[in-house]
């Protein structure tokens, strides 16, 4: 069940019986959990399996696929507690390999940036294919229209070639002309650190100490998600605070390296996941 308006991600209900459906119907619709997002209902097939993020950057006619990102919705470890707008990424994602990454493209990307441009709407900019991993192969959840956050993250920490090039490029109508992207061949993982009582109501304005502690550390990129500066000083200003990144020789590595940073950073409050990329380190 889904609030067909904007939920910050966290509108979504995935019922397992007829019960808490309707019970799910009554929270989006009636009780209006989800404010004015609930007026619409939107409802949809359950699917199992893991999730992936395929994106791809295109100009309307070139489509480049970026590597596959794998988001953690829920806000507890092992995938329990409520859905959030994710709390911590990895790529590239072993769950999508080279072959399904190509079926991926040819049946989910090129038939709809086609279907746009045939339709005389055509596209440019990142087409963000969220994807079920399913028994009867992928299937798509959503496309967003931006970069996924946080699989933004992990996918730019490996990005070698110029961003501002590629940008252009797309906004130019000439992505057939530049150059493969190069890719640092190390995995990425990020590690969300967000507020007490994300998803839920969170307090705003608390210090933030150790980001130049998590900055020196190799590898390791903090990125800022909610966060302000006042009298001069770092302090929280959202749910999802801070996007921790580090590369790594293989995915436990980068685990651990991000891990490292995160140890660094404090706040009154301050949690994260801490199982972020388990999922890959298992398959
Ligand atoms: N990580 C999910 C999103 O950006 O929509």
């Not at 390999?97 to 441009?117: F, G, Q």
């Not at 496309?143 to 996918?155: A, L, S």
């Not at 002309?177 to 190069?182: A, C, H, K, V």
């Amino acid at each position: 069940m889904k609030a067909d308006g904007l939920a910050a991600g966290k509108g979504v209900i995935v019922c397992q019986h007829r019960a808490d459906a309707i019970e799910a119907i009554d929270r989006i619709g009636v009780d209006r959990e989800f404010g004015d997002a609930g007026r619409d209902i939107v409802i949809e097939e359950r699917l199992d399996g893991q999730e992936a993020s395929v994106l791809a950057i295109t100009d309307g006619q070139t489509i480049v696929t970026l590597p596959p990102a794998q988001d953690h919705k829920p806000a507890k470890d092992v995938d329990k507690g409520p859905n959030t707008g994710g709390m911590g990424a990895y790529s590239p994602a072993p769950l999508v390999d080279a072959e399904m990454l190509s079926w991926i493209e040819e049946n989910v990307l090129v038939p709809t940036v086609h279907a746009m441009k045939r339709s005389r709407h055509p596209f440019r900019g990142v087409l963000y294919a969220g994807l079920m991993a399913t028994n009867q192969g992928p299937k798509v959840l959503e496309y967003n229209v931006r970069f996924g956050d946080p699989e933004c993250q992990p996918i730019l920490m490996r990005l070698q070639s110029d961003l501002v090039d590629l940008l252009e490029a797309t906004v130019d109508g000439r992505l057939d002309e530049i150059e493969p992207l190069q890719w640092d061949p190390r995995p990425a993982v990020c590690v969300v650190m967000a507020s007490e009582g994300y998803p839920g109501p969170y307090e705003k304005g608390k210090v933030i100490t150790g980001l130049d502690e998590a900055a020196a550390l190799d590898d390791v990129k903090v990125f800022h998600a909610g966060t302000a500066i006042r009298d001069g000083k770092v302090v929280s200003a959202g749910g999802r605070v801070l996007g921790v990144t580090a590369l790594g020789k293989s995915i436990a590595t980068a685990k651990l390296q991000a891990y490292r940073g995160v140890k660094c950073i404090r706040w009154p409050g301050a949690w994260c996941r801490k199982d972020i990329s388990d999922k890959a380190i298992q398959v």
